[in-house]
């Protein structure tokens, strides 16, 4: 078990279930999945771009990336349905929670004059998204291997909750969110 599903089942669940008055174990808010993707725009031109990024995204997340392809046609971006335009995974369990933990621990403090994650990525429904603009904050990325910089978006979908609740989950997991919705 990884020492961030330990945090959750010690000390979060308890702590939501008292702070806000929750009956039954299964009312308590709980990470349900994170879905991990990355975009790649060059893909149309060159397929060995596609297959470098999908490697990397392998690489990061320990599962193997599905190839995303265009649902319709954009004229203005030369796109024509059924192109590959990205990969994604989706974690679930174990997986899920090792990915959060190097996510937290590793990845967001090697981060360039980083402040704190925005506020603004609850979508309203206690969902958060944050983005990573270049891949080579995690160190299963060797530095001199990338043959590109590419973002990447990470999506954690948080079950029954609201923003608040979402928000003090994620903090008590130690996720280093902004004090105030400044930015």
């Known amino acids: 078990m990884s020492e961030l599903m330990k945090e959750y089942k010690e ?3 308890p ?3 008292q702070l806000y008055g929750y ?3 299964m009312a308590v808010p709980r990470i349900a999945k994170v879905v991990v993707s990355m975009g790649v725009g060059q893909a149309s031109k060159d397929a060995k771009v596609l297959e470098a990024a999908c490697d990397e995204l392998g690489k990061i997340t320990g599962q193997k990336a599905v190839i995303r392809r265009a649902k319709r046609s954009i004229a203005g971006f030369s ?3 059924g192109q590959p335009v990205g990969c994604v995974v989706t974690l679930r369990g174990k997986r899920m929670y090792e990915f959060l933990e190097r996510l937290i621990h590793v990845a967001i403090p090697r981060i360039r004059d980083f402040r704190g994650l925005s506020l ?3 979508d309203g429904r206690g969902n958060y998204t944050l983005g990573l603009s270049e891949q080579t904050v995690f160190p299963e990325i060797p ?3 990338v043959d590109a910089m590419r973002g990447l978006g990470v999506t954690i979908v948080i079950q029954g909750s609201t923003d608040e609740v979402s928000e003090q989950l994620l903090r008590s997991l130690g996720m280093p969110l ?3 919705n400044v930015n």
């Open 120 to 122: 603004r990525g609850f």
């Open 15 to 17: 702590r939501l279930t």
């Open 79 to 81: 796109i024509r349905e």
């Open 178 to 180: 902004m004090a105030s």
């Open 11 to 13: 000390k979060t669940a």
């Open 143 to 145: 530095y001199d291997k």
């Open 23 to 25: 009956r039954s174990p």
